[in-house]
């Protein structure tokens, strides 16, 4: 007579030690290398300009950017003049030493980058820079 063989059973769990392990790895290669960006700003051409001056404080710098089509932001809002006076009279009433940034296009219509010093004038910050190029 034929010799039977039993049949092994075959083991289907995976094995879920490790899976902890795993899930942190890639917990950490994700917080590692992802990026965030912290200031996007306008797509804007600066002016260009014969002498400029480095500021070195960058956190006591407010900016405001006016693009070619003559819209004023604020951290990435479009406001007003009106509304960035009152922005920028908040802020200089926390920290008086406060200097406004002011990064328009070369394009920008005069009128606009009018109202922003005007609005500038209203909150009373008196430090303002004109972010430019050099010339080449």
Same mark, same amino acid.
């Given at each position: 007579?034929?010799?039977?063989?039993? !049949?092994?059973?075959?083991?289907?769990?995976? $094995?879920?030690?490790?899976?902890? #392990?795993?899930?942190?790895?890639?917990?950490?290669?994700?917080?590692?290398?992802? +990026?965030? !960006?912290?200031?996007?700003?306008?797509?804007?051409?600066? $002016?260009?300009?014969?002498?400029?001056?480095?500021?070195?404080?960058?956190?006591?710098?407010?900016?405001?950017?006016?693009?070619?089509?003559?819209?004023?932001?604020?951290? #990435?809002?479009?406001?007003?003049?009106?509304?960035?006076?009152?922005?920028?009279?908040?802020?200089?009433?926390?920290? $008086?030493?406060?200097?406004? @940034?002011?990064?328009? #296009?070369?394009?920008?219509?005069? %009128?606009? +980058?009018? #109202?922003?010093?005007? @609005?500038?004038?209203?909150?009373?910050?008196?430090?303002?820079?004109?972010? %430019?190029? %050099?010339?080449?």
């Amino acid at each position: 007579m034929g010799t039977f063989k039993k !049949k092994t059973r075959v083991d289907t769990e995976i $094995p879920a030690s490790s899976m902890a #392990d795993l899930a942190f790895l890639l917990l950490i290669f994700f917080m590692v290398s992802t +990026v965030f !960006k912290t200031e996007q700003g306008l797509k804007i051409i600066l $002016p260009e300009a014969e002498m400029t001056v480095k500021i070195q404080k960058r956190r006591d710098v407010r900016h405001v950017w006016v693009n070619r089509a003559g819209t004023i932001n604020v951290d #990435d809002l479009p406001m007003s003049s009106f509304k960035m006076a009152q922005i920028l009279n908040g802020d200089l009433q926390k920290n $008086p030493g406060m200097i406004v @940034g002011i990064r328009a #296009d070369a394009l920008a219509p005069y %009128t606009v +980058v009018n #109202d922003v010093l005007a @609005g500038c004038q209203l909150a009373g910050a008196f430090r303002v820079q004109f972010a %430019t190029t %050099t010339e080449k």
